[in-house]
T-cell receptor, first 114, second 111 residues
Framework: AQSVSQHNHHVILSEAASLELGCNYS??????LFWYVQYPGQHLQLLLK??????LVKGIKGFEAEFIKSKFSFNLRKPSVQWSDTAEYFC????????????FGRGTQLTVWP | NAGVTQTPKFQVLKTGQSMTLQCAQD?????MSWYRQDPGMGLRLIHY???????DQGEVPNGYNVSRSTTEDFPLRLLSAAPSQTSVYFC??????????FGQGTRLTVV
């Protein structure tokens, strides 16, 4: 069973539009959360991570995500997207008891039109 | 600092052949994993390791074998390749309370 769910399979935006990608996980207890980005033909790169502390996490390239424990969510946001943000985005989680064992969502393909 | 190095980048196999995908990391990470990426499926865990000599199965282990004799290396063996194993394979390593670092991937085609 998929333990991490991403709500949007494909999102299409114009440059300067705001972005929010949904991610939910299904674990109780301690969980570490990540957003990765994959540009065409490349490997996964970390956008941001949450281990503990401030639930609003800022990452690279103007991305941020908010951990809402009561909703089991870790949504990714960016106020103004650019054409260069076109990529596939993956939400992932590992449980505090099984570090290094990541569960991924199915990914969201973001296309930004100039 | 090389990070995670995977070889080869591309490979074509015939059904029934065996091969080993190599993965090495130079960050002294305890945890190493192999994933396969298929369209619309995200990344699925094949096998992972929490240290030298310790491995465990992930979500899709059938047809794959791993061993971890050193901290640095975590090879993935395909025992008898099948077309269903056509995929992109990623190796990753992580330390305690670090994110996973991924290799460049191996695109495998089984004909």
């Amino acid at each position: 069973a998929q333990s991490v769910s991403q709500h949007n399979h494909h999102v299409i935006l114009s440059e300067a539009a705001s972005l929010e990608l949904g991610c939910n996980y299904s674990y109780g207890g301690t969980v570490n959360l990540f957003w990765y980005v994959q540009y065409p033909g490349q490997h996964l790169q970390l956008l941001l991570k949450y281990f503990s502390g401030d639930p609003l996490v800022k990452g690279i390239k103007g991305f941020e995500a908010e951990f809402i424990k009561s909703k089991f969510s870790f949504n990714l946001r960016k106020p103004s997207v650019q054409w260069s943000d076109t990529a596939e985005y993956f939400c992932a989680a590992d449980r505090g008891s099984t570090l290094g064992r990541l569960y991924f969502g199915r990914g969201t393909q973001l296309t930004v039109w100039p | 600092n090389a990070g995670v190095t995977q070889t080869p980048k591309f490979q074509v196999l015939k059904t029934g052949q065996s091969m080993t995908l190599q993965c090495a990391q130079d960050m002294n990470h305890e945890y190493m994993s192999w994933y396969r990426q298929d369209p619309g499926m995200g990344l699925r865990l094949i096998h992972y390791s929490v240290g030298a000599g310790i491995t465990d199965q992930g979500e899709v282990p059938n047809g794959y074998n791993v061993s971890r004799s050193t901290t640095e290396d975590f090879p993935l063996r395909l025992l008898s390749a099948a077309p269903s194993q056509t995929s992109v394979y990623f190796c990753a390593s992580s330390g305690q309370y670090t994110e996973a670092f991924f290799g460049q991937g191996t695109r495998l085609t089984v004909v």
